[in-house]
């Protein structure tokens, strides 16, 4: 490459390049929050741009993945954060609480989604259900120029966003908000229509090119044998749906509520907001005695079971219900006892319990939130055999069953239709950029600092209002500067301070290496706080 | 003229001959870009000069001379003085290597110190004649080895101790002196910065690690300066007119041992028990260094983990003339 230059001049006529036996790359990395975010955000990103107070960028990269960030940032489990690396420096970044931030901030500034195209589309899509799948669908393929119509059996948008989570989690008027973002972007609304009712299935295969089934899991699942039913008994997503929908129900003074899951839970803080003295019977064991193993502990959230506790909700664990005690149709209690096994031979919820172990649970009320299924009637000539124009998804598809998951299978889904419409291959991609681990990381490079969390605010009795706050401006700005950046450049310098020889040129819009001149110490790669830079051995 | 870089001038540019991973380009680098390339710069013979200027190409972008081993303290003075009878106040920076400054140079300093030349010395110190292959010099550590000072029998390394340069300098009650390293890029911007705005007689001591005589691998030369300061082996350090004006305080003190075993040079200190005594010893110079500048308990802003933390958009960057980035 080089030969012994003698002309007189400047160093820079002697390229030192080929000493190299390896050569640092800058690459760009798939941190471990956006590969755990069932909405695949890429998180990164829009946390960099907060931290810029590029707030409405920020809110732009985010929406590119997911249209309801103020709600994602109230009711996602956000395992995002149970994946941060900064969770082994000082403790996870407030993904959420930034990103509810930015959803507010959409809402009080009425940022409006943009189309990615002017040109619009002939092919008419019908999307059924308005849940987090369908309206993520549904923007995903509006923003694409494609005629969409949003249809739902319910009154009101938004699926089980709106009809099972309670309003002090999630108020309604910031849902209506997002929902309404999405709608501007010329989607037709459709409600009070059940597809296989009012709009038969058939009808709806032969008008829509596509249809995308996001009809969610809304059958409640009940025991095996029956004997369950009858007055006072009600099912979660029932006693919820109708609080949803305002109805003001008036309690007996005990309510015991039967399940483990975040049903459970929810049914258990709305009866007790509403002046019962609650009691959750829980097949499992609480939080953190089995290592977090699943199926043995409880899988309701954990951050919700604390809040429910510091609001009276009493839980008594592994214990299962034998029967309803009843005095004529009149509910008086429930006969409950030690759990042994939770789930028979064939993976069905199906507790066994220990007999000599029973007690007796006044309740004037049982709710049973054991579980939902799909319910697929009337989409018969949908789905059996499926049309190829036929696309399912969320909570109908399949597990797990979260918010977020839904907005994301609601992508694929718009991904797999303009596919199936175009005929040319999906545009989704699963990030596939190499991981990004702690180990990666260079901590010295980053000062230590607290995570701001929103504050609890106080529980009013029988107020369904919102119970915790969002970050303000200031600390969801710490949030976003809390990240590691991992793996993404986030402009230092390092690189460019350190190398000896002068091989890493900086740019307009960042930096480069000069191969000709690098000698491959990997100066760069160890100083590199976020694990950017690659070392990899030259070939030969 | 090299313009790649539109950010910093590249005073010492690419293509020069140092090892991979050399310290010492990295230090000069930055310093020089601090400077800027409207200097006058005289540099002693050792590795900079050795590997800056071969095969008539240089690396300087900048105006540069080269004394020889011993006089460069006395040829800034002699530019400087020139200059001035001229009416021209071009900065005058020398660049010497350890030998060429605690050694050989020491006499030449001392008379440009002493005559009060408006002078930055800046002093390149990677702890041993390194041009000429890894001799110890008088800023050879304790117990170090070196090809002159090799552990053996009846040896642990170098017996002597490393001598107290900035003692001596600061005692030539002159307006500003400073020790710094390549790991704290905030800090050594910082000195030279200041040392560029007084008038007078200037000296900066930057460690500058040496992967091949203090035997490291390439990639560690940050990291090992890094542990040099926070181990208290190498404190940073500021003095105006003979008083200490400004330490960086250690966030954490670190054991001598996270330091020397990076570096085949105190390898033979891990093998015996003659060893482990020596490096009770660094460790109670470390000691002592912490004591005598009150490195733990300085009440400073400043300390060891902020100077560290990286930014986004960076901590700063380098004197970059108009008619640079104009191009
Ligand atoms: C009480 C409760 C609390 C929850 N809390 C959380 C939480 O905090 N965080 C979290 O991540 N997840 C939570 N989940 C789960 C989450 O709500 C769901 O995973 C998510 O809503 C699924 O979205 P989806 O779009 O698939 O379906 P859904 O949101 O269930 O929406 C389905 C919609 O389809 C409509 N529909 C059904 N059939 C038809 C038909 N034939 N014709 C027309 N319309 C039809 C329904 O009316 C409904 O509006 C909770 C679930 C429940 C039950
Ligand atoms: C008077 C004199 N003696 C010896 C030499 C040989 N020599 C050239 S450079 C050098 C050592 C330089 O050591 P240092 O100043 O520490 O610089 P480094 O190479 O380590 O950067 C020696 C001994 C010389 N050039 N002139
Ligand atoms: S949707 Fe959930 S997992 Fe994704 S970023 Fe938001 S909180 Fe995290
Ligand atoms: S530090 Fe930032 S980039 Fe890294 S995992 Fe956490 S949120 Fe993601
Ligand atoms: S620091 Fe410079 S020379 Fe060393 S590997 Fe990186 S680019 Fe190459
Ligand atoms: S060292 Fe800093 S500037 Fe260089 S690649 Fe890494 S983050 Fe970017
Ligand atoms: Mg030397």
């Known amino acids: ?131 987090p799948a369908g309206l993520s669908c549904a923007f995903q393929l509006a923003r694409r120029g494609y005629p969409v119509t949003l249809f739902d059996a319910r009154s009101t948008p938004g699926g089980t966003l709106s009809s099972g989570i309670p309003g002090y989690r999630l108020p309604k008027s910031v849902l209506q908000g997002e929902i309404d973002a999405i709608l501007a972007l010329g989607i037709q609304l459709k409600l009070n229509t059940r597809i296989g009712v009012e709009i038969g299935a058939d009808t709806l295969r032969e008008e829509f090119a596509a249809v995308f089934l996001a ?246 009795p029988g107020g369904f209002s919102e119970r915790v706050a969002g970050l303000d401006g200031d600390a969801a700005l ?19 301070h350190f190398c000896p020889d002068a091989a890493v040129i900086k740019q307009m819009g960042g930096y480069r290496i000069d191969y000709d001149y690098c000698k491959g110490c990997g100066i760069c790669a160890a100083e590199c706080p976020c694990g950017h830079i690659d070392m990899e051995r030259e070939a030969g | ?102 050694d050989i140079g020491l006499q030449c300093l001392s008379g440009m110190i002493e005559r009060g030349h408006d002078v930055l010395f800046v002093c390149y110190d990677n702890e041993a004649y390194m041009n000429t292959g890894v001799q110890r010099s008088s800023s050879t550590p304790h117990a170090v080895r070196t090809t002159t000072t090799p552990p053996g029998r009846l040896s642990e390394g170098k017996h002597h101790l490393k001598k107290d340069l900035i003692s001596i300098i600061a005692a030539h009650q002159m307006p500003y002196a400073a020790t710094a390293t390549v790991a704290y890029f905030p800090d050594l911007k910082a000195k030279v910065e200041k040392a560029m705005r007084i008038k007078g007689p200037r000296f900066l001591h930057v460690l500058s690690p040496c992967p091949l005589g203090w035997d490291h691998d390439a990639a560690l030369s940050v990291t090992v300066a890094r542990l040099a300061v926070e181990t208290g082996l190498f404190p940073l350090i500021e003095m105006e007119y003979g008083a200490v004006t400004g330490v960086m305080r250690l966030a954490r003190q670190r054991p001598v041992e996270e330091y020397l075993k990076l570096q085949g040079r105190f390898k033979h200190l891990f093998a015996d028990k003659e060893g482990a005594a020596e490096i009770r010893h660094l460790q109670a110079l470390a000691d002592a260094n912490i004591r005598r500048y009150g490195l733990l308990d300085a009440r400073t802003e400043w300390d060891t983990d902020r100077a560290v933390q990286a930014q986004r958009q960076g901590r700063g960057g380098y004197a970059v003339s108009p008619k640079e980035t104009s191009l």
């Open chain 2, 1 to 102: 003229m090299d313009t790649r870089d539109t950010f910093r001038h590249n005073v010492l540019t690419s293509g020069h001959r140092a090892c991979s991973g050399c310290g010492e380009a990295m230090a000069a680098r930055m310093v020089v870009d601090l400077i800027g390339p409207d200097a006058i710069y005289v540099n002693a013979t050792g590795c900079l000069q050795v590997f800056t200027t071969h095969n008539q190409q240089s690396a300087w972008q900048a105006p540069w001379i080269h004394s020889v081993f011993a006089n460069a303290a006395a040829v800034a003075s002699g530019v400087e003085a020139a200059l001035r009878a001229r009416g021209k106040d071009t900065p005058v920076v020398v660049q010497a290597g350890d030998g060429g400054t605690f």
């Open chain 1, 215 to 460: 009809v969610g899991a809304l059958q409640p699942r009940t025991y095996p044998d029956d004997g369950y039913g009858g007055h006072s008994v009600m099912t979660g997503v029932d006693f919820l749906r109708r609080i949803n929908d305002g109805e003001r129900l008036s309690l007996p003074k005990h309510v015991a509520v039967i399940g483990g899951g975040n049903t459970a839970i929810d049914a258990a803080r709305c009866a007790r907001r509403l002046g019962a003295e609650v009691t959750v019977v829980c097949p499992q064991d609480p939080h953190g005695s089995h290592g977090g193993h699943p199926g043995a502990e409880m899988p309701a959230s954990l951050d919700e079971v604390i809040q429910a506790e510091a609001e009276g909700v009493r839980l008594r664990y592994r214990v299962g219900v034998r029967r309803l005690v009843r005095s004529g149709a009149h509910l008086s209690g429930v006969e409950i006892a030690r759990v042994d096994q939770i789930h028979d031979r064939h993976g069905r919820f199906n507790p066994v319990l220990f007999e000599g172990t029973e007690e007796f649970l006044p309740a004037g009320l049982a709710v049973f939130a054991i579980g939902q299924e799909v319910d697929w009637r009337g989409l018969e000539a949908l789905v059996e055999p499926r049309a190829s124009s036929v696309f399912i998804g969320g909570d109908a598809a399949g597990q797990p069953r979260f918010a977020a998951t839904a907005v994301g299978s609601g992508y694929q889904a718009a991904m797999s239709i303009i596919a199936f419409l175009t005929g040319a291959p999906s545009q989704y991609r699963h990030h596939d950029k190499a991981e990004v681990t702690f180990r990666d990381i260079k901590p010295q490079y980053y000062p230590k600092q607290v995570r701001r969390e929103g504050e609890l605010m106080v529980a009013s």
């Open chain 1, 478 to 496: 710490v949030e976003a500067g809390r990240c590691l950046s991992c793996g993404v450049c986030f402009a230092c310098d390092n690189c460019w």
């Open chain 1, 1 to 131: 490459m080089n030969s012994l230059a003698v002309e007189p001049g400047s160093t820079v006529a002697y390229p030192t390049g080929d000493w190299r036996n390896q050569r640092p790359v800058y690459r760009d990395k798939w941190p471990p929050c956006g590969q755990t975010c069932p909405a695949e955000e890429d998180i990164q990103v829009w946390l960099g741009l907060a931290s810029d107070r590029q707030w409405e960028a920020a809110w732009r990269a985010l929406t590119e993945r997911n249209p309801l960030p103020a709600v994602m940032g109230r009711v996602c489990y956000h395992p995002c954060e149970r994946a941060c690396n900064r969770t082994h420096l000082d403790g996870p970044v407030n993904i959420h609480g930034v990103e509810r931030h930015l959803g507010d901030l959409a809402l009080e500034h009425g940022w409006r989604h943009h189309l990615l195209t002017e040109q619009p589309q002939t092919q008419q899509v019908a999307v059924v259900g308005t849940g």
